[in-house]
C-alpha cells in the first residue's frame, strides 16, 4: 500500500470515528494505524441474468467471469478477510446465486493466501 493511501485511509479512520489521536491524548501516530483490507462484495452488482436472487438486482452489471477476474486481480495485496453480502434466498428459485456467491467467496479465501501478512511456516 503506497503512502498515500496510508495517509487517506487515515484521514477517513478519524473522520469516521471523530478520533483525533493528537489531542486525545493517546499515543498513536499515523505509522501505528494499520490499514487492512477487508473485501466485501455484494453480489447485486453481478447482472440478474447471473444472478437473479437478490433485492436489487441491477440490469447491465457484471457477468460471473468479470466479477472473478475483478477479485482475482486483487492478488498480493494485504488481504485480511471478506465476505460476500445481498444473497437473497427466497428470490433464488434456480440456486444461480448462491452459486456465483459461494464461488466468488472462495476466490476472496483463496486471495488470502498470496497475502503479505501470511507467513510461511
Known sequence: MTDETTRLCVEIFREITGLDTS?????????????????????????????PGTGTPEVGGLTSREALELIRGFKGINLIGGDVVEVAP????????????????????????????IKPR
Open 23 to 51: 489531542k486525545a491524548g493517546a499515543d498513536l501516530s499515523d505509522e501505528e494505524i494499520v490499514v487492512r483490507p477487508i473485501d466485501s462484495f455484494d453480489i447485486d452488482s453481478l447482472d440478474p441474468s447471473v444472478a
Open 90 to 117: 427466497q428470490y433464488d428459485a434456480n440456486h444461480n446465486t448462491a452459486h456465483v456467491g459461494a464461488q466468488i467467496l472462495f476466490e476472496i479465501l483463496s486471495l488470502m493466501v498470496y497475502s503479505p501478512a
